[in-house]
Structure formats: C-alpha cells, structure tokens
C-alpha cells in the first residue's frame, strides 16, 4: 500500500506546525513548504526547550536500545518539574529537523558517552555562550 502523502500546516494564531495526509480538514490553517515546515518546528522546538529548561538544569537520560552491532543507541532526554518528568526527546529531534522518536532518539557511533553527547549538543544549541555546552547538567537513570 503507498504511503500517504504528508502536508506541513501551520496554524498561524498559535504558530504550532503539524503534518497531516488530509490538508482539506484543516481550513483554519495554512499549507507550507516541507522546509518552511521544519524550519518553524525547529524554532518552535527551541523556544519550548528554551522555556522549559534553565541554564544549570539536569537532564536524565534513558537508554532504551542498543543496536546489536553497538554502533548505534536509542536515548530519551527527560527533566523533572514539580517531581514529574518531563520529555523532552520530541522537542530536541524537532530542532534537529527530524520527526519525534517513537522510541528514543537515534544516536550513531560508540566509544564515548552518548548520552552525555546528546545533553552537550542540546547545551550548545540552545545557549550559544563561552562554555560551549557545559550549560546543562548530564546523569543517566
């Protein structure tokens, strides 16, 4: 069976950016380019983060599966407010330019400490300072 063909909306009152296969059910919305459509849910995704997050803040990470070769890792990046998680994997592929993991997010390579790879990166992507990505604190659960 072919796959649907996808559509980026944006609602432009909240600005939320989706995909749909079905733009006729969405007439409150407009219909954007593919890479409109994933520049604004970066932007989106980093203004989240951005209100979420606090410089010094700690990030939990969850390894959920590790390929068989080792060469590859399945990650959740979570932080807890008010004692409860928070995930925060979708908003961190969708700054990425990629679609929320349905079951950690894909880190290649090995011989180092992945997890605490992903919390530099999103470190540096989000605060663009002279500690690089030391912003943000790393621990596995």
């Not at 010094?56 to 060469?71: E, F, K, N, P, W």
Request: glycine share 10%; aromatic share 12%; net charge positive.
């Amino acid at each position: 069976m072919p796959q649907a063909k996808e559509f980026y909306m944006h609602d432009t009152n909240s600005g939320y950016v989706f995909i749909t296969s079905n733009p006729e059910n969405w007439k409150d919305c407009e219909q954007i380019s593919k890479t409109e459509g994933k520049r604004l849910r970066a932007e989106n995704a980093k203004k989240t983060l951005l209100n979420i997050l606090k410089e010094g803040d700690t990030i939990y990470t969850v390894l959920r599966h590790v390929s068989a070769s080792g060469m590859s890792r399945r990650i959740d990046l979570y932080t807890f407010r008010d004692n409860k998680p928070v995930y925060l994997s979708g908003h961190y592929a969708m700054m990425q330019g990629e679609d929320p993991p349905k079951d950690g997010y894909k880190v290649g390579g090995c011989g180092m400490d992945m997890g605490f790879h992903l919390v530099y990166t999103l470190s540096s992507l989000l605060y663009k300072k002279d500690r690089g990505g030391y912003e943000l604190r790393h621990e596995w659960l």
